[in-house]
T-cell receptor, first 114, second 111 residues
C-alpha cells in the first residue's frame, strides 16, 4: 500500500524543547517537502529536498531544520528558536522536482505547545 | 510577489446542486495547476490537475476550467454531495518551481 505517512498525529512541545516530526514515503519519489498550515492561510513552504543529502530553505525556514539521509525519509525538527510553532504540519512528495508533476500529501501532524 | 488566491472564502450549496469554486492566479508563466480537497484534520487530497496547454479537463463529477487570458481557474463539482464538504485549494506551479497555494474555499453542502 503506497503512500506518505506522518507521525505522530499529535505532538506536544514544551517551551525550549526541540521536537522531530517524521515523514516517510514509499512512492519512490525524489522530491519531498514540508509545509506549515495556519488557520485561514495557504500552505507555506518550510523546506524542500530534490534529492538525497540535499535540501533548500523555503519561505519560512527559520526555527526549523531537516535532513535527507534516505530517499524515503525527510524528518523535520522544530527547534526552540521557533517561537510560534503551533500549527498543522504537512509533508508532501513528488516524483521529481520538475514541472507538471503532481504533489501528494501526507495526513499531517498537529503540533501544540504546552 | 506571485500569488494564488480565491474569490470566495466560503461557499454554501444545496445537496444535488452544482458547485463552482474559483481561483485567480497572478503568475502568467505558471504552466501547471492542481485542485486539492482538504477535510478537517486531514492532509490535502489530490482531485484533478490541468496543464497550461489545455483549457478544460474532466474527472469523475469534477471539471477544471483554465482561462489563461484572465488568469482564472475554476473547479466545478456536479451534483454536490454531503461528502464534498471540505476546504478546496488551488495550487500553481511555474516550470518546476515550488507550488504556490491559495488560502482555500470552504464548501458547505446543505441538506
Amino acid at each position: 500500500d503506497g503512500g506518505i505517512t506522518q507521525s505522530p498525529k499529535y505532538l506536544f512541545r514544551k517551551e525550549g524543547q526541540n521536537v522531530t516530526l517524521s515523514c516517510e514515503q514509499n512512492l519512490n519519489h525524489d522530491a519531498m517537502y514540508w509545509y506549515r498550515q495556519d488557520p485561514g492561510q495557504g500552505l507555506r513552504l518550510i523546506y524542500y529536498s530534490q534529492i538525497v543529502n540535499d535540501f533548500q530553505k523555503g519561505d519560512i525556514a527559520e526555527g526549523y531544520s531537516v535532513s535527507r539521509e534516505k530517499k524515503e525519509s525527510f524528518p523535520l525538527t522544530v527547534t526552540s528558536a521557533q517561537k510560534n510553532p503551533t500549527a498543522f504540519y504537512l509533508c508532501a512528495s513528488r516524483k521529481t522536482g520538475g514541472s507538471q508533476e503532481t504533489q501528494y500529501f501526507g495526513p499531517g501532524t498537529r503540533l501544540l505547545v504546552l | 510577489g506571485e500569488s494564488v488566491g480565491l474569490h470566495l472564502p466560503t461557499l454554501s450549496v444545496q445537496e444535488g446542486d452544482n458547485s463552482i469554486i474559483n481561483c485567480a492566479y497572478s503568475n502568467s508563466a505558471s504552466d501547471y495547476f492542481i485542485w486539492y480537497k482538504q477535510e478537517s484534520g486531514k492532509g490535502p487530497q489530490f482531485i484533478i490537475d490541468i496543464r497550461s496547454n489545455m483549457d478544460k479537463r474532466q474527472g469523475q463529477r469534477v471539471t477544471v476550467l483554465l482561462n489563461k487570458t484572465v488568469k482564472h481557474l475554476s473547479l466545478q463539482i456536479a451534483a454536490t454531495q454531503p461528502g464534498d464538504s471540505a476546504v478546496y485549494f488551488c495550487a500553481e506551479n511555474n516550470y518546476g518551481q515550488n507550488f504556490v497555494f491559495g488560502p482555500g474555499t470552504r464548501l458547505s453542502v446543505l441538506p
